[in-house]
């Protein structure tokens, strides 16, 4: 017995939808009910907050999906949602990050075009250097003084070893700027420095071995084991390797805190232009007013006429420097990088 061949038409294709074709809404959850928290440590997709309202309450949040790939930074303001009570193996979600208000920035190089984000909102930058051993260098605190300028932070320079030099010689290399300059070695008191960073955010930057370890010891009680709490997200990183927000001593009911960063070897300036490196000095900034109009401040053959080349003393000095700056920021990507961090 023959069979007659079925003929099929449109109608019998089976069409399995797709996964992505459901309609997705642009609505986004409002949270209204988010309670502001600052981070306080960032651990490989891990985020450690204190809550505002109870900054002895310590959270453990992730980022929320409504973020996607939105950076969340030591220093953030966040709203935060879910579980609050920072129990152990809890988890709370990030789904705000509020606008910062400062932010210090670095780079590898002065040529490398991407950006590091030291610290968000921080009121103060305090540069941090030995007066021996690591030998202090102009060239770091004059580049520390750049970023600060530019993102906004109030800078001060600490200088700790003062049992080992004299600090005079290496201040009077910033006796005609506005910055504010505190000795805090093993021998002196660090009460002024106390009230210096009391009720403020507060970031600490300086080369390895300059003893901003033995500082942060001495203003934090029980540093280390803070350390451990803020860095300990949940994914185990050693806490030297990355930035942790600390609290200090609460002085009439209101609290400051300083953000501990590894030591670094070098901070490029790639993100700072370069009206900026000049502003943060005051003597180049009076002394350029000076200048022929359309100068770049790079000296001979191309500013023959540049006003810098007339300072003397350690305003001339740090034009020099300064103009070295220039150069080395101002370089095509490709050239060799300037030694970061050197006095030129």
């Known amino acids: 017995m023959s069979r007659r061949a079925r003929t099929y038409d449109e109608s019998d294709v089976r069409i399995r939808p797709s996964k992505g074709s459901r309609p997705r809404t642009k609505t986004r959850p409002a949270h209204a009910d988010a309670e502001t928290a600052m981070v306080v440590s960032v651990d490989r997709g891990r985020w450690g907050c204190v809550l505002d309202d ?51 920035r670095r780079t590898a190089d002065d040529t490398d075009p991407y950006e590091r984000i030291v610290v968000a909102n921080a009121d103060q930058l305090l540069i941090v250097t030995a007066l021996a051993d690591p030998p202090p260098r102009t060239g770091f605190v004059e580049r520390a003084l750049a970023a600060a300028y530019a993102g906004g932070l109030a800078p001060i320079l600490c200088l700790t070893k ?10 009077a290399q910033f006796a005609d700027l ?26 600490l930057i300086g080369h390895s071995g300059v003893g901003k ?33 600390l609290p200090l001593p609460e002085v009439g009911g209101r609290r400051g805190w300083v953000v501990d960063t590894p030591g670094i070897r ?37 500013d023959p006429e540049c006003a810098l080349d007339s300072l003397d003393g350690a305003s001339h000095r740090r034009a020099m420097a300064v103009r070295e700056l220039l150069r080395s920021v101002t370089a095509t990507v490709g050239d060799e990088p300037q030694a970061q961090g050197d006095a030129p």
């Not at 003062?162 to 201040?171: G, H």
């Not at 803070?226 to 860095?231: C, E, M, P």
């Open 54 to 104: 109870d900054p002895d309450r310590r959270i453990v949040t992730m980022r929320a999906r409504e973020l996607g790939r939105t950076p969340v930074v030591v220093g953030d303001q966040v709203g935060v949602v879910g579980d609050l009570s920072g129990r152990t193996d809890t988890l709370a979600r990030i789904v705000r990050v509020e606008d910062r208000k400062t932010v210090l």
């Open 162 to 171: 003062s049992d080992l030099a004299d600090p005079d010689e290496f201040v």
């Open 178 to 203: 506005d910055l504010r300059v505190v000795v805090a070695g093993r021998d002196d008191s660090v009460d002024e420095l106390r009230e210096i960073l009391e009720h403020r955010l507060t970031a």
């Open 213 to 245: 370890s033995t500082l942060v010891n001495r203003l934090v009680p029980d540093a280390d084991r803070a350390t451990g709490i803020v860095s300990g997200v949940g994914k185990g990183r050693h806490t030297s390797t990355q930035s942790v927000v």
């Open 266 to 302: 070098s901070f490029g300036l790639a993100h700072v232009t370069p009206d900026e490196i000049i502003d943060a000095f005051d003597d180049l900034r009076d002394a350029i007013t000076d200048c022929p109009r359309g100068c770049t401040h790079l000296g001979p053959p191309a």
